[in-house]
């Protein structure tokens, strides 16, 4: 079974300052690995995708992922974080096994603080 | 291209009571998955539809149901409503299942259990 860690409750960053949001993963052969925002009241929005290729993936926003097989991580990162990137970040898993089912972390609260 | 719809966005039932939510993806996306989202158990996985079909299950009892129309709308049913099935219904569509393309999410319905 698929299953994702994410091992902090809540980040706090000061407005300007690298921002990291860790995720660790656990799946049977090749991973889909996803980083998808909430805002309060809100759906799930995309943010960037590891599907294969560069191990460093750049999505919406100014984040970026890296992906490091052998320690089976995918964190989120974005060098200068800005107020409005308060929101509860998530990072999902899936196998390439022939379906969208996806397993979600427990979720990051950011707080960046002006 | 709009979005992934959902409707109702709120709903408050009573204990006992049936539901029925639902969803629309994006225009050509023919895969849509549901996800229930409570403060203790986070996102969970309910079902995927494709192609009318359903896909994948999760781990929920039997109450809870679907369907997907030829047109990709899907509808999402919950019977004798129970306290703990108050959370926010999300559904996500995608272009394909199983494939390279990410979820795009709707912005949920809020069921209240009274």
């Known amino acids: 079974a698929q299953s994702v860690a994410q091992p902090e409750d809540q980040v706090n960053v000061a407005e300007g300052n690298p921002l990291t949001v860790k995720c660790t993963y656990s799946v049977s052969g090749n991973p889909y690995l996803f980083w998808y925002v909430q805002y309060p009241n809100r759906g799930l929005q995309f943010l960037l995708k590891y599907i294969t290729g560069d191990n460093l993936v750049k999505g919406s926003y100014g984040f970026e992922a890296e992906f490091n097989k052998s320690q089976t991580s995918f964190h989120l990162k974005k060098p200068s974080a800005l107020v409005s990137d308060s929101a509860l970040y998530f990072c999902?898993?899936?196998?390439?096994?022939?379906?969208?089912?996806?397993?979600f972390g427990k979720g990051n609260q950011v707080v960046v603080i002006p | 291209k709009a979005g992934v719809t959902q409707t109702p966005r709120y709903l408050i039932k009573t204990r006992g009571q049936q539901v029925t939510l639902s969803c629309s993806p994006i225009?050509?996306?023919?895969?849509v998955s549901w996800y229930q989202q409570t403060p203790g158990q986070g996102l969970q996985f309910l079902f995927e539809?494709?192609?009318?079909?359903?896909?994948n299950k999760g781990n929920f009892p039997g109450r809870f149901s679907g369907r997907q129309f030829s047109n990709s709308r899907s509808e999402m049913n919950v019977s004798t409503l129970e306290l703990g099935d108050s959370a926010l219904y999300l559904c996500?569509?995608?272009?394909?299942?199983?494939?390279?393309?990410?979820?795009?999410f709707g912005p949920g319905t809020r069921l209240t259990v009274l």
């Open positions: 996500a569509s995608s272009a394909s299942s199983g494939g390279r393309n990410e979820q795009f």
């Open positions: 999902a898993v899936r196998d390439v096994s022939g379906n969208n089912r996806l397993a």
């Open positions: 225009s050509g996306h023919r895969s």
């Open positions: 539809y494709f192609s009318e079909t359903q896909r």
